[in-house]
């Protein structure tokens, strides 16, 4: 929106740094950590995950003798057919997950990403509404002088502070989500070895079953927006009766209180999904 006022400005440009990192969240949940930041983080992580290959086999047998300790009582029963069969199913199977690990994650991955597809398709949502300033704001401040401007200037700066913090919160959290996805990605050899002994496999469970929620976060992300989007379809209402001050009082402070439920969706969507998958 063209404006010389300093008021109008300063607010146009709050919300446009607002709308940047809505379409910046929208472009990153959508995006696969394979083409992120043009692919170069992820063969670091692919490079490290091979080689932390190695240390998971070797606790691969650890674990897997640790485990045989605990589970037979003598050396006799391992000479059991079905326990000797039983325990090489589950060193195979073991090994396996460690081998393709990348592999079967890249693939849980992807199946959220076509939830989040779903979604997307379902809420007939292709990207994010901007958030504009309204023509009657616009209108009333550029007929306001510069005594009546004054009120206006502390009421802009404390307005587009708080939208500008608002926008960065909201971003490093999703950041950090897609971050925490190339952290299991590259530790993932390890604790995936510990399927290979009974009493130790709770730890391979509780991996699989946090990086499932860490997936899964986009998806909430993806609600938290649909429902923030459908919440401030109808912005808030202007009186163009009322002083210039007090329009855009009422108008950041209810906008600042939308965004506000935005951010506080996504800064809480791990919470929401370990509450769901009783983490």
Not at 3 to 10: E, L
Not at 133 to 138: G, H, K, N
Not at 203 to 228: N, Q
Request: proline residues 3%; glycine residues 8%.
């Amino acid at each position: 929106m063209n404006s010389d006022n300093w008021v109008v400005q300063n607010l146009v440009n709050a919300l446009d740094t607002w709308n940047e990192k809505l379409a910046e969240i929208w472009q990153i949940i959508t995006q696969s950590p394979e083409t992120f930041k043009g692919g170069g983080i992820w063969n670091a992580i692919v490079g490290i995950h091979g080689a932390l290959q190695a240390i998971g086999y070797a606790l691969l047998v650890l674990f897997f003798v640790i485990g045989v300790m605990k589970t037979c009582g003598s050396f006799v029963e391992i000479k059991r057919p079905e326990q000797a069969l039983k325990l090489f199913i589950r060193f195979a199977l073991a090994k396996g997950v460690v081998t393709h690990g990348l592999e079967l994650m890249m693939a849980l991955f992807k199946i959220v990403q076509g939830v989040i597809s779903t979604i997307m398709r379902s809420a007939g949502f292709g990207s994010m509404q901007r958030t504009m300033l309204p023509s009657e704001i616009v209108v009333a401040v550029e007929e306001c002088g510069f005594f009546e401007s004054i009120p206006l200037w502390a009421v802009t700066l404390i307005g587009s502070l708080f939208i500008t913090v608002l926008s960065f919160v909201m971003i490093m959290s999703v950041y950090g989500r897609f971050f925490r996805l190339y952290l299991y990605t590259a530790i993932a050899p390890i604790p995936l070895s510990a399927f290979a002994g009974q009493p130790t496999q709770n730890i391979g469970k509780s991996f699989i079953k946090s990086y499932a929620a860490v997936c899964l976060e986009g998806a909430i992300i993806v609600l938290a927006c649909i429902i923030f989007a459908l919440f401030a379809a109808s912005p808030p209402e202007v009186d163009s009766g009322a002083a210039a001050v007090t329009m855009v009082w009422t108008y950041v402070g209810e906008l600042i209180f939308n965004m506000l439920v935005l951010v506080g969706a996504v800064k809480m969507s791990d919470r929401v999904v370990r509450e769901m998958m009783g983490l």
